[in-house]
Nanobody, 120 residues
Framework: QVQVVESGGGSVQAGGSLRLSCRAS????????MGWFRQAPGQQRELVAT???????NYADAVQGRFTISRDNAVNALYLQMNSLKPEDTAVYYC??????????????WGQGTQVTVSS
């Protein structure tokens, strides 16, 4: 069974840091693009950052220069280092992964989400 699971959320004060992790497990051949999205209460889910396999990361303007996305293909993991956090970063953060299986099948998976709360 394929799973995509996030961890590392929590509560911090403004200016603090958090590191989110995401791990994909199961009978996966490889992983194409991976990314982090977030959804604040009453808001639509929005892109935070994405990183293709072996490619250049892409960031939303709101987090550029404060967040860093990275991945470890050897262990099917994705990370998000969040520095200089602001109250407006408060949201549920979701990991997204485009997984490739034997036979060339690709499927998009979402994690269950992890809460990040930044207080002023």
């Amino acid at each position: 069974q394929v799973q995509v699971v996030e961890s590392g959320g929590g509560s911090v004060q403004a200016g603090g840091s958090l590191r989110l992790s995401c791990r994909a497990s199961g009978s996966i051949f490889s992983i194409d693009a991976m990314g982090w999205f977030r959804q604040a209460p009453g808001q639509q889910r929005e892109l935070v950052a994405t990183i293709p396999s072996g490619g250049i990361p892409n960031y939303a303007d709101a987090v550029q220069g404060r967040f860093t996305i990275s991945r470890d293909n050897a262990v099917n993991a994705l990370y998000l280092q969040m520095n200089s956090l602001k109250p407006e970063d408060t949201a549920v953060y979701y990991c997204n992964a485009l997984l490739k299986f034997n036979g060339g099948i690709r499927r998009n998976y979402w994690g269950q989400g992890t809460q990040v709360t930044v207080s002023s």
